[in-house]
């Protein structure tokens, strides 16, 4: 199915009094897509980028009032139906991609610039999805006022279809709802365990930290009779370290399919794999004359660094040595849980950082229309990443960006032609 894009913006019903319209409300919406595909970062901007391009944008649209005032467009925004609009986004994502049988991570992201300056008024935020291999946003959800993302995240799970999918979060969707919402999805979850659980993460620690000696004492002495005979049966350790960018990371993964010693499995009972996730993150260092004097793992885990002598150690991301537990209901090797791990983060690296650097999100003042318009963007940056593996380029989400603003073709292409399934 290919169908174009403007097909799935009629989904979404016009706010306005049919008597008085001047400008259809889908064609609004595709115009909005197009500006910010094309590089332009606001609404103005966006409207201002379709006048100058009208006679292109006419060959595809009716536009037979030219293009609408920034006024009109910001009234249509601020009052459409925005449960409709996501679903409508959903809809035209699951006529691009199968979301049965992929990675999907979950989590949320604020929308800082929408903050109204009252006192006591939270951040909005947006549950965001994405497939981890592509990238591609497969759904929205806002974060209603006096709701949080552990009620939010089983809103927005029932509104796919991930039967044979693995589900990350971190630690907030580490909560029974979550996971049995999953469960009833026919998927698999992997979850962050923290402090904020703080049995689950004690005894996951407890156990890793006698299943380590264990293997050493096993190790020295093999005839040694085994204290924890059936974790250590499926006990496995994966190591990785690199460099990335001015510092080194170490990574431990261990893994137990034995769930006996945790109290949170006998309530799950189908929770297969336990785990726990050590990162030591060394800064590079160099003296006055310009040689490494970098520490190795082991005299960095006694001494810290010259410039930082106390290494911190938790669950925080700013932590010099990371620590976090891991629950999964799929039975998989400390290597596979490592990577579904790490590619959990493509959503914060891949997906909001290119939201606020790019589409400038983060600076976006909009109040009664900021869920409409992070669809909007969401439409447009799910463009960029199809068109980057369509037409397998090099090209990174900022060059492609500029290749659509050079390249009206391009938006002729994916934009009004529409998109066949990946």
């Known amino acids: 199915d290919a169908r174009e894009?403007?097909?799935?913006?009629r989904m979404v019903i016009d706010p306005r009094c049919g008597r008085k319209t001047k400008h259809d409300h889908a064609e609004i919406l595709t115009c909005l897509v197009v500006g910010y595909l094309a590089g332009r970062d606001s609404v103005r901007r966006c409207l201002k980028w379709c006048e100058n391009h009208i006679d292109f944008l006419r060959q595809h649209l009716e536009l037979k009032n030219g293009i609408a005032s920034p006024a009109t467009v910001s009234r249509i925004?601020?009052?459409?139906?925005?449960?409709?609009?996501?679903?409508?986004?959903?809809?035209?994502?699951t006529g691009i991609l199968n979301t049965k049988g992929i990675n999907i991570a979950i989590d949320g992201k604020a929308l800082r610039g929408s903050t109204e300056k009252i006192r006591n008024r939270q951040t909005p935020y947006i549950l965001n999805a994405i497939d981890t291999a592509t990238a591609l946003v497969i759904a929205q959800l806002p974060i209603a006022d006096k709701e949080n993302e552990i009620t939010a995240i089983p809103k927005l799970l029932k509104l796919l279809n991930i039967q044979g999918s693995l589900?990350?979060?971190?630690?907030?969707?580490?909560?029974?709802?979550?996971?049995?919402?999953?469960?009833?999805?026919?998927?698999?979850?992997?979850?962050?365990?923290?402090?904020g659980n703080p049995l689950t993460y004690q005894e996951t620690k407890e156990m890793f930290a006698e299943l380590g000696k264990e293997k050493e004492r096993i190790s020295a002495h093999p005839n040694q009779t085994v204290t924890y005979e059936k974790q250590m049966d499926s006990y496995d350790v994966f190591k990785t370290s690199e460099r990335n960018r001015s510092r080194m990371e170490y990574r431990t993964m261990q893994i137990c399919h034995n769930t006996d010693l945790i109290t949170l499995c006998k309530k799950q009972k189908e929770i297969k794999t336990v785990g726990w996730l050590e990162q030591v993150r060394i800064p590079m260092e160099k003296d006055k004359n310009g040689k490494d004097i970098?520490?190795?793992?082991?005299?960095?885990?006694?001494?810290?660094?010259?410039?930082?002598?106390?290494?911190?150690?938790?669950?925080?991301?700013?932590d010099d040595i990371h620590q976090v537990g891991l629950i999964s209901s799929r039975r998989m090797s400390a290597q596979e849980t490592l990577e579904n791990k790490r590619d959990h983060w493509k959503i914060e690296n891949s997906l909001h950082h290119v939201l606020d650097d790019l589409f400038r999100e983060d600076r976006s003042s909009a109040r009664k229309s900021k869920n409409s318009l992070a669809v909007i963007r969401k439409i447009a940056y799910n463009l960029l990443r199809i068109a980057i593996l369509r037409e397998k380029t090099?090209?990174?989400?900022?060059?492609?960006?500029?290749?659509?603003?050079?390249?009206?073709?391009?938006?002729e292409k994916y934009v009004f032609r529409g998109i066949a399934h990946l």
């Open 5 to 9: 894009l403007i097909y799935y913006m």
């Open 77 to 93: 925004l601020g009052n459409i139906d925005e449960e409709i609009f996501c679903l409508a986004f959903i809809e035209w994502m």
């Open 167 to 195: 589900v990350t979060i971190d630690a907030i969707g580490t909560a029974q709802s979550v996971m049995d919402t999953i469960n009833e999805k026919e998927a698999d979850y992997l979850l962050t365990v923290k402090k």
């Open 294 to 318: 970098t520490p190795a793992y082991e005299d960095f885990i006694k001494n810290g660094t010259v410039r930082s002598p106390r290494i911190t150690t938790g669950d925080n991301l700013t």
């Open 394 to 411: 090099e090209s990174g989400p900022t060059e492609m960006r500029d290749q659509f603003n050079d390249d009206l073709t391009l938006i």
